[in-house]
């Protein structure tokens, strides 16, 4: 696309609005983002990107159709641009500053948290149903798809070398490899809207649609904790055709920081190589230290996130056991005895019954 090509597209723009000044939104490089009010207009600077938004102008109109209780912006391309209504609300960005677009998820509290999790889980599951079958499969994302496949491969090959010397167990992830669905496929915070209740109002940016297995959408919501995949698993279970385990998250995110050790290893083999050739046969622009340096980050970083994810699976088993004593203790208690006259219960066992009540 040439720069008049992209200019006449701005004027475009404008003809749609006039005597409007548009809100600029933080967009891509590949994309101009402009808010006319409660109107979202996206401007192309690639061919490319166009023909992005055309297919996800096809994809949101398909959804649409099948799934119409789905709160998502239908794009349609009018004069060489995207046009949709925005979702009103704030994004949940933990990586970008608070804003009037833009939240926090410190800033609410558990049950908000809980809440909001449920309700990305019946998201997911209404959004899974859709059938796979109507549409063009060219249009269809492959690629995150095939990038797990080969992740798992990887993993199963590799994982328990890789982790024997931290004293993790590399645990196999088992599902049916026909079972795949409609995934969004970059379902993180940035991506979705919650309104002034801290509820979902909506999830936009589907651009990279397209097959994958039925639990890749839940891994981009674990900076939000295990606890929170584990209600949106709960939700999902409520609302959804086939059912997926807390078992299979756990697992699928150990496949991902095992990517990160594939990319430590690599690099440091590398680094080794150079390393071992003579001075005059090193490349000029290798610098073996940082090379080193980066690997040992990058592997370090894999490892923290594997153990404090243990912890809180550790943690979770931990509050289960007290829960499940705590209402055994209540269930058989004498009938005979006084309503005021309770089993007794420490602190914690109390307030994690009261917390169950809530949920």
Do not use: C, W
């Amino acid at each position: 696309m040439t720069a008049e090509e992209y200019n006449i597209l701005l004027d475009n723009a404008q003809k749609l609005f006039p005597g409007q000044t548009p809100e600029e939104l933080p967009f891509s490089e590949n994309s101009k983002a402009l808010a006319y009010g409660q109107t979202i207009v996206r401007i192309p600077k690639k061919d490319s990107t166009l023909q992005g938004y055309k297919r996800e102008e096809t994809i949101t109109h398909y959804i649409k159709e099948h799934a119409p209780d789905l709160n998502i912006p239908v794009v349609n391309i009018i004069n060489g641009i995207s046009v949709h209504k925005e979702i009103s609300g704030k994004t949940l960005n933990d990586r970008t500053q608070e804003n009037h677009r833009n939240k926090h998820s410190s800033s609410l509290s558990k049950n908000e948290l809980n809440l909001l999790a449920q309700d990305l889980g019946k998201f997911l599951a209404q959004l899974h149903q859709v059938p796979i079958d109507g549409i063009d499969p060219h249009i269809l994302n492959m690629t995150h798809f095939n990038n797990n496949k080969k992740s798992k491969e990887y993993a199963d090959n590799n994982g328990a070398r890789l982790l024997k010397n931290q004293g993790i167990r590399y645990r196999k992830l088992n599902i049916d490899e026909n079972d795949i669905v409609l995934s969004h496929n970059d379902m993180h915070g940035g991506n979705f809207v919650i309104n002034e209740e801290n509820k979902l109002a909506g999830v936009f940016d589907f651009g990279e649609l397209g097959i994958n297995y039925r639990h890749s959408d839940f891994m981009k919501l674990i900076p939000y904790g295990r606890n929170f995949i584990k209600q949106a698993v709960q939700s999902y279970n409520k609302y959804s055709d086939k059912k997926i385990s807390m078992k299979t998250i756990d697992r699928a995110y150990q496949i991902e920081q095992l990517e990160f050790l594939q990319l430590a290893e690599k690099k440091k083999l590398q680094a080794t190589d150079e390393q071992a050739k003579t001075i005059e046969n090193r490349d000029t622009n290798f610098n073996i230290e940082k090379e080193l340096k980066t690997a040992e980050t990058i592997n370090n970083y894999a490892i923290s996130n594997l153990k404090k994810y243990r912890q809180q699976i550790a943690q979770d088993y931990q509050t289960q056991r007290i829960l499940s004593s705590s209402k055994r203790r209540l269930a058989t208690r004498k009938p005979q005895q006084h309503q005021t006259q309770q089993p007794k219960l420490n602190l914690q066992q109390f307030r994690l019954l009261r917390e169950t009540q809530h949920q």
